[in-house]
């Protein structure tokens, strides 16, 4: 009984670290921030951002009965660019990621859409200096926003997406379930000693998860597409378990506290003396 138990008590605990280590920072609005500005600023991102931004420029400017020469092309790819390295990107977009995120909750399977119009006055500010009729190209800001397709989104990323909601509290969930389940082995349990030293054991074995899923999760995402697609999906994954040491860390003190209260409380063992012969 103490063993089944325990046993199922570190099974509920490894489904907790790894709900968490894969949802956790995606399921807070700070964390989304940071895992959508992460993957905006890798080099496949920036890249696909920058070409969407510019591809509206063009478009606005053909609207109005002019075009773009390559050059001014160029400027205006270097100074969007330099917009989305900054590193206060995701206080600017803060708001408008957020509600991306609402959205992705609401319809994991449907477009989203990032409104970057709060980033044109800094791309008009680096190309008024040097080109005012470029700066004046860049389209109204009600215009600019950065569009993820629900075709561009391979169907397990879907599947992810849609679970975020359900995965909120689920690792809290999870934590309070095995501790009750421990606690009941080391009621159950005639040497409570011996017991927090198998389990501590245990936890500290458990620790290999997050290690493994920071070395798996990333490459493993990447792979269900190709080419820049593949290297955005690797960012993103890698941007969501970016907190798998906090997860390795909790698990380790978890599993060395229970080993040492196991060692140090460690119950004395009793010889039996043997019987004492009275001299003559």
Known sequence: MLVVVALLGMLVWALGLITWTTFGRATTEGGFVDITVETIQSPSGTTASTNVIVTQVDTAAKAAGSSISASGNAAITAAVGQVLAQPDLGNALSGSIAKARQTLEDRPDGDITIDVSTLRDQIVA?????NPQLAAAIPPATDLTITVSASDVPSEASTVASLLGLMKW??????????????????????WTRTARHVGIGFIALGILPILMRLIVPPLVG??????QSDILEVAASATIANWWIALVVTLVVGAALLAAGVILRQPTRTRSGPVVLGR
């Open 126 to 130: 680096r190309l008024q200096s040097t």
């Open 170 to 191: 689920s690792p809290l969930l999870l934590a309070i379930v095995a501790l009750v389940l421990l606690g009941i082995g080391f009621l159950v349990t005639d040497d």
């Open 223 to 228: 792979g269900v597409a190709s080419g820049s």
